[in-house]
């Protein structure tokens, strides 16, 4: 059962009904998907015994292909960004971070299972961890206990069609197919039908930059910024004092 203890870091809300991309994407019919099952509502971040438990809210649960989670329908991807540096692109989504925004953990899961990748201090490229995530239900959300250390983060949240007939599990977008295809005006877009993104999701679609939520800036970006301002500042006082005594 979920620990009611678990002390609450964030909550961000998403809005419903957006499972289609930019707002172009068509669903497939076969099989027939709950547009529901796809809409990201909520990211919820809890600190749990000293490690993250994330918990991403969703508009209903299906289970087309009977997975033993209990849920099938789509392929969540989350991406975390613990402090400066990592990598940019967002696994093969299609989607980049913002300059200097780059994550540091990757969680992929879908009803069948889930991995976890870290991205080393001063490496770009991420390397997986076989470490287990705890996976679970409840009613219309998933769950994930994680090993990562609690703390005041970024976050990149996608949610794709999954299919168990694709190489990496998840439905691309194309201009052609039938019933069992994801309809895009063009082909190689991003992947995912939905994301919990901190600014205009068509935006994030034409551009492929995916912005986070959460922290969005590093401390030690603000601080030089701070530094910065001071130093302006002190160079300001001592112009000023030299005008002052060129007067005199």
Known sequence: MLSLLAAALLTIPDAAGDTRGDGSYTLPT????????L??????????????????????VQNPWNAPLGYSA???????KSRLGGATALAKLGFVTPPQ???????????????????????????????????????????????IPA??????????????????????PGTGGGS????????????PVDVISGGDQARAYATGVLQPVGRARDRRALLLLGLAAAGLLLGLIATVRVWRKSRV
Not at 30 to 37: F, I
Not at 74 to 80: A, L, Q, S, Y
Not at 181 to 189: E, Y
């Open 180 to 191: 069992a295809s994801l309809i895009a005006p063009r082909n190689n877009g991003p992947i």
């Open 74 to 80: 789509g392929v969540i991807d989350i991406f975390v």
């Open 101 to 147: 925004q780059g994550w540091q953990y990757h969680l992929h899961l879908n009803g069948f299972g889930s991995s976890l990748e870290f991205v080393p201090d001063g490496q770009t490229a991420p390397q997986p961890r076989n470490t287990p995530l705890t996976v679970q239900l409840s009613g219309s959300a998933v769950v994930i206990d994680t090993p």
């Open 151 to 172: 703390g005041q983060y970024s976050y990149w949240v996608t949610n794709s069609v999954y299919s168990p007939f694709t190489p990496d599990g998840m439905l691309h």
């Open 30 to 37: 076969r099989p027939a998907l709950s547009a529901g099952a």
């Open 39 to 60: 809409d990201l509502r909520e990211l919820k971040v809890e600190n749990q015994g000293g490690k993250l438990r994330l918990t991403i809210g969703l508009g209903a």
